[in-house]
């Protein structure tokens, strides 16, 4: 009886349900449609995206959000991330003209962002890393 039961768990944990990744991406959706009003009325200079993830870093950190909320809708859309990249190969097949000319230039510049963006991330990841362990180091402490 154990065992069908851990199986069963086990397999409802690991498949989640089509509605929970649905919600989990409509309030994504949500939060960046607000921090694009957001951007609109107060004409920041910032892309939505970004301060809809500054707005989710906050809600995470100061302990009102879980990641539970966003967890499985983010990995329904990370593992469907190709089907996003359609529109720019379409845009890039009607500029074919552009390429030819200054192909060159958009392939350094390409690589070149493509290398600073990693460095930027892993830079994150590492300064992350090391945060927490700062804080479970006082977590520590405190007990």
């Known amino acids: 009886m154990k065992t069908v039961v851990s ?4 397999r409802r944990l690991a498949s989640p349900a089509p509605m929970r990744v649905a919600a989990q991406i409509a309030v ?3 939060i960046w449609l607000a921090a694009a009003a957001l951007t609109r009325l107060t004409g920041l ?3 939505p995206g970004v301060i809809g993830l500054l707005a989710v870093l906050g809600l995470l950190l100061s302990g009102r959000g879980n990641v539970l909320w966003f967890r499985d809708g983010a990995n329904w859309l ?3 991330l190709v089907l996003f990249f359609i ?6 097949m ?3 003209h552009l390429f030819r000319t200054q192909g060159v230039q958009i392939v350094i510049a390409v690589v070149v962002g493509t ?3 990693m460095a930027a991330t892993a830079l994150a990841v590492h300064v992350g890393c090391r945060l927490e362990r700062w804080i479970a180091a006082r977590r520590g402490q405190e007990s």
């Open 7 to 10: 199986t069963y768990l086990t």
């Open 28 to 30: 994504m959706v949500a």
């Open 45 to 47: 200079a910032m892309s």
């Open 78 to 80: 990370l593992g469907e």
């Open 87 to 92: 529109p720019c190969v379409v845009a890039v």
């Open 94 to 96: 009607q500029y074919g």
């Open 115 to 117: 290398v600073l963006v």
